[in-house]
Structure formats: structure tokens, C-alpha cells
């Protein structure tokens, strides 16, 4: 069984920087595409970023082009997301979510993927 968890979280000042993680246990060689979702309160799950292993690519949300950074460590089976520059409006509890497949037009689709954790709380406020 597939199991994430992420840390990393807190409570950080406008235009500052978190570095977020997701451990992933069980079958983690199996999966297509890792990748970092967020949800606020009243507010549908975004997409972040994604790193897909079928094509080797990272995808971002135009929002946090240039800000954000998804990397991965795979002798640790870890997972980064580094956010830079952060705004009050990207507070959110962040998720960690992993897929058994593979389509690049559905990577920002939150019922596409398979596996997600508890999520990891990140405010943005002074």
C-alpha cells in the first residue's frame, strides 16, 4: 500500500520561503507522476506542480512560475516543493499526491491521481 507524508509546513511572513516534503512508502516505484496540490477554506483543490517520471517533465501553475521549485530525492524516496516569494493568498494546506498513470493534459487534475496524504498546513501572514 502507498503512503505519503508530508512536513515541512508553517507559518511564514509574506515574501518569505518553506521548503516542503513527502515521503513516500510501499510501492513507490510504481507511480507516473508526483505531484503538489493545495486547498483553501471555501476553495476547490489547486494544482501547484508536478514531476512526472513518464516524460521526465515538471509542470507548473502559471501562479507560481519562476517562485516554486519541485524536486525529488529518490535514494530517500522524497519529494520537494521549495516556495519562494510566498503570498498570504497561497495559504492552503498542501498535499502530496501521487498517480498509477500517465496523461499530460491531466496533470492539474486532482481525481487523476491515486494516493494522497494528510497534507501539511502553510500560512502566509505577518
Known amino acids: 500500500q502507498l503512503h505519503l507524508v508530508e512536513s515541512g509546513g508553517g507559518l511564514v511572513q509574506p515574501g518569505g520561503s518553506l521548503r516542503l516534503s513527502c515521503a513516500a512508502s510501499?510501492?513507490?516505484?510504481?507511480?507516473?507522476?508526483i505531484a503538489w496540490f493545495r486547498q483553501a477554506p471555501g476553495k476547490e483543490r489547486e494544482a501547484v506542480s508536478c514531476?512526472?517520471?513518464?516524460?521526465?517533465?515538471?509542470y507548473y501553475a502559471d501562479s507560481v512560475k519562476g517562485r516554486f521549485a519541485i524536486s525529488r530525492d529518490n535514494d530517500k524516496h522524497t519529494v520537494y516543493l521549495q516556495m519562494n516569494s510566498l503570498k498570504p493568498e497561497e495559504t492552503a494546506v498542501y498535499y502530496c499526491?501521487?498517480?498509477?498513470?500517465?496523461?499530460?493534459?491531466?496533470?492539474?487534475?486532482?481525481?487523476?491521481?491515486?494516493?494522497w496524504g494528510q497534507g501539511t498546513q502553510v500560512t502566509v501572514s505577518t
Open positions: 499526491e501521487e498517480a498509477l498513470k500517465w496523461s499530460s493534459s491531466a496533470w492539474s487534475s486532482a481525481p487523476w491521481y491515486d494516493c
Open positions: 510501499g510501492f513507490t516505484l510504481n507511480y507516473y507522476a
Open positions: 514531476f512526472s517520471t513518464s516524460d521526465g517533465m515538471t
